[in-house]
């Protein structure tokens, strides 16, 4: 079995993981994070960093996310302000510009990665997360260093945590919608896909874009959802799975759905009710911002599937390496 694969699956034990991480650090440390945070990473990271912005401003702080690179070289561009602390994400925390950025501002430096690493010496904190995969691609680390943050996020902001075990029961529900995955990859040969999401779900769509271009070497795009209509959607033909990630849709979701089926396009709709969608995947009740972890399985299996139909090897995609230096 691939590593992948096998990593994917990994999702349920990875926020149990997730959990000790997280009640591991409060024992150890009298901290609360801050109001205004800013969040950065590289790849997977960055668009990790862009929920876990939301997630603070959602929970009435100030959340920014600036991926690395333009926090080293055009961070004038940003409203970065005053923030209380810098979060640098990195699965390896030995990616060269994430080490680099955690300098990058003049304030306490915090890391979620997955090992005792470069990064997590050189910070003044840091939540290590050992969801450890073989595979060069991020996958169930993604959820597991999500909700490690988020419960801290919670708890510092005197809010209720999550139930671990149900959360963790929930992701093992998603990942029965396996076989129905491969369904739909063996069933529709698409030769592109567009996944649209709108808040949390809007970086989902974007880390669906970049697995589908990592495992599956594979033209994808990603757009917050009613965005698309605007000039976007010439795109879509025949040939397109449009990939629609809704918690709780409206009829705004169904003249999409019905809009992108009139120019051929095939729609799966991925959340808790289907929209007339050619493909339905039903995600189990969650309150957002947790909610985020339960669709993280799900576009990964689509690009895992569709990169073993086109005879790929999902583990060690080409031109890419785990670890990222300069
Ligand atoms: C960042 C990253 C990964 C990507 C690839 C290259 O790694 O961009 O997201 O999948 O492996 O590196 P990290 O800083 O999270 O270790």
């Not at 009435?60 to 209380?84: D, F």
């Not at 529900?173 to 709108?198: A, H, M, P, Q, T």
């Not at 209509?229 to 409206?250: I, M």
Request: contains cysteine; glycine residues 8%; proline residues 5%.
């Amino acid at each position: 079995m691939h590593a992948t694969l096998r990593e994917i699956r990994k999702t349920p034990e990875g926020i149990i993981k997730a959990q000790e991480a997280f009640e591991n650090f409060i024992a150890n440390h009298d901290f609360r994070l801050p109001r205004e945070v800013v969040y950065t990473g590289c790849g997977s990271s960055n668009f990790l960093s862009q929920p876990l912005a939301m997630a603070t401003t959602r929970l009435g702080g100030r959340g920014l996310s600036v991926p690395c690179s333009e926090l080293l070289y055009a961070k004038e561009n940003y409203p970065i302000g005053r923030p209380g602390l810098l979060v640098a994400i990195s699965r390896s925390g030995e990616t060269t510009e994430a080490v680099k950025a955690l300098e990058s501002l003049n304030t306490k430096r915090f890391a979620i990665t997955a090992y005792e690493s470069t990064l997590s010496r050189e910070a003044d904190y840091s939540l290590i997360v050992p969801a450890h995969e073989e595979s060069v691609v991020m996958t169930h680390s993604f959820p597991a260093f999500y909700f490690a943050y988020l419960q801290l996020l919670l708890s510092s902001f005197g809010k209720e945590t999550y139930d671990a075990e149900l959360v963790s029961g929930l992701t093992g529900e998603v990942l029965r919608s396996e076989d129905y995955i491969k369904e739909i990859v063996d069933g529709f040969d698409f030769r592109n896909v567009i996944f649209l999401g709108s808040g949390i779900l809007y970086p989902v769509a974007l880390e669906a874009m970049l697995k589908m271009k990592e495992m599956a070497i594979f033209w994808s795009e990603a757009y917050p959802t009613f965005e698309v209509r605007h000039g976007f959607k010439s795109v879509a033909d025949d040939g397109t799975l449009v990939v629609l990630l809704v918690e709780n849709p409206f009829d705004w979701h169904e003249k999409l759905t019905k809009e992108f089926q009139g120019q051929g396009a095939k729609v799966l709709t991925v959340g808790r009710k289907d929209t007339g969608a050619d493909y339905f995947i039903e995600v189990p009740e969650l309150s957002p911002p947790g909610n985020l972890v339960l669709y993280t399985p799900v576009i990964q299996l689509l690009a895992y599937h569709k990169a073993v139909k086109r005879g790929l090897n999902p583990d060690n995609p080409r031109f890419l390496s785990k670890v990222v230096k300069w």
